[in-house]
């Protein structure tokens, strides 16, 4: 009967992993940067280096804005930034996190942007926050 070798399955899963997934991205998005989508992850995309405050002069590379029209985010910090996202520009009325190496598809929407009510096609601001990752976020 052969022994199985697990040292050897773990080396090789470890370098598997390492080949094929940058040590922290969340999908479809590059490295060092947080990526938000106006549908699912091929949608209508932005991305944002650093904070910020007012998403009213930010569009999609479809050329919509992107202003309470974000509905799925992806965080791929190269360092451990959390991702804040808010209702109100300004950093004003917290909606939801993203942790390191993680993402959201398809926040939950009430169908009607901008109202207060639903994460998804609300957001106005972004806020990156060092020290991540955090519980509650996603
Ligand atoms: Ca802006
Ligand atoms: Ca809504």
Redesign the pocket.
């Known amino acids: 009967m052969r022994k199985p070798i697990p040292i050897i399955g773990a080396i090789a899963a470890a370098l598997a992993a390492t080949l094929v997934v940058p040590a922290s991205a969340g999908p479809n998005c590059s490295t060092g940067y947080h990526c938000g989508w106006d549908i699912g992850f091929d949608t209508g995309k932005i991305s944002f280096f650093n904070s910020d405050q007012d998403f009213r002069d930010n569009k999609f590379n479809t050329g919509v804005v992107a202003d ?1 029209n974000i509905k799925t985010v992806s965080n791929s910090t190269s360092t451990d930034y959390v991702s804040f996202w808010y209702r109100e520009v300004n950093y004003v009325g917290f909606l939801f996190c993203v942790n390191p190496n993680s993402s959201v598809q398809n926040l939950p ?10 994460l ?3 957001a106005s601001s972004m806020w990156l926050i060092p020290g991540g990752t955090y519980p509650g976020c996603y």
């Open positions: 309470n929407d009430d169908g009607v942007p901008g109202n207060g009510i639903g998804g096609n609300e």
